[in-house]
């Protein structure tokens, strides 16, 4: 139910006269009092002629907008109303303060241990690392043990032997030149590249492993000042190790490092001088082109590679 509402505007006055139809001015200006209106001197103006008298039990027409009877007015708000102060008990406000802070200082930090790194989680898995490293850097040389297989024929037929044949094994005795790119892509990689070089260095062993920085290519290297540095390419039979990403991953818009065709040539050039290249770059299997397998073996650089992934690259190159 909608709550009724106590003022008294004048519409209520106007009800109030054609419900009570009074007979004269006076009448009506007592029944205008008692709603609260206070009557001026004048008399009310009819609309139906000049008599004066206001005819409250005809309907209204319907006009734009109904002007109060001359005389009449809302009564004031400080007319009938007394302004009555508020007085407020003064109460003191009580003094609150926040608790206070039992947190222990922070110890200085030692300067030592600010320079200390975090541990670094190597791209290549640990569990796999040996055989990725033996399995791509290696090269099959016929100095394995006699083969029984290739050397039984000749024996039934009563051929002369004049060398014993051997099976292919790999081998890391030719070496491996590992070339690290310090361009401004492989810089997040310097960690690794590192430990990388620690590992390999172990597993081949320190005399035969060389390790070269270099910026936009191997072979025509750019020192600090963009001049030419000079490269010895290793003897032959030796494995070329790449530390890059081949401009897989700089594009041809790199200032400082080679795009993808010229490590195509590199490895011609490579190739000429009876090496072969492998690289270990940090990029997806997805973004290496297919000419560039058959003259790189591309390993991707990444936790998810496995020594049966390394195989299946060999195997196919």
């Known amino acids: ?161 004049t060398s014993l044949p051997r099976r292919r094994t790999p081998t890391l005795r030719h070496g491996v030149q590992i070339l690290v790119d310090h361009g401004e892509v492989m810089e997040p990689f310097a960690r690794d590249q590192d430990q990388l070089c620690l590992s390999i260095a172990r597993i081949v062993g320190a005399d035969r492993t060389e390790q070269i920085p270099f910026r936009y290519l191997p072979d025509r290297n750019l020192g600090p000042f963009g001049e030419m540095t000079e490269f010895r390419w290793p003897a032959p039979g030796c494995a070329i190790l790449l530390l890059s990403d081949l401009g897989l991953l700089s594009g041809m818009n790199s200032t400082d490092g080679a795009a993808p065709s010229e490590w195509g040539e590199f490895a011609d050039r490579a190739a000429r001088h009876g090496c072969r290249v492998i690289a270990y770059a940090p990029v997806s299997p997805q973004r290496i082109p297919n000419w560039m397998r058959k003259k790189i073996t591309v390993i991707p650089w990444d936790t998810k590679t496995t020594a049966g992934i390394v195989r299946s690259i060999r195997g196919a190159a």
């Open 1 to 161: 139910m909608t709550p009724m509402s106590s003022k008294i505007c004048l519409g209520d006055l106007v009800r109030a006269l054609g419900a009570l139809s009074p007979g004269d001015q006076p009448e009506a200006n007592v029944i205008a009092r008692q709603l609260g209106f206070t009557p001026q001197s004048a008399s009310v103006r009819s609309s139906d002629g000049p008599t004066g008298k206001v005819d409250f039990k005809k309907p209204p027409s319907k006009p734009d907008f109904v002007d109060p009877p001359i005389g009449l007015h809302p009564p004031s708000i400080t007319d009938d109303i007394s302004i009555i102060p508020l007085s407020v008990t003064t109460m003191e406000a009580a003094h609150i303060t926040d608790p206070p802070i039992t947190a222990e200082p922070i110890a200085p930090i030692d300067p030592e241990e600010a320079r200390r790194r975090p541990p670094l989680d190597p791209l290549f898995s640990r569990n796999w690392l040996t055989g990725i490293l033996v399995l791509s850097l290696s090269k099959l040389s016929k100095d394995g043990p006699i083969d029984v297989e290739a050397l039984t024929p000749k024996l039934a037929c009563g051929e002369p032997i």
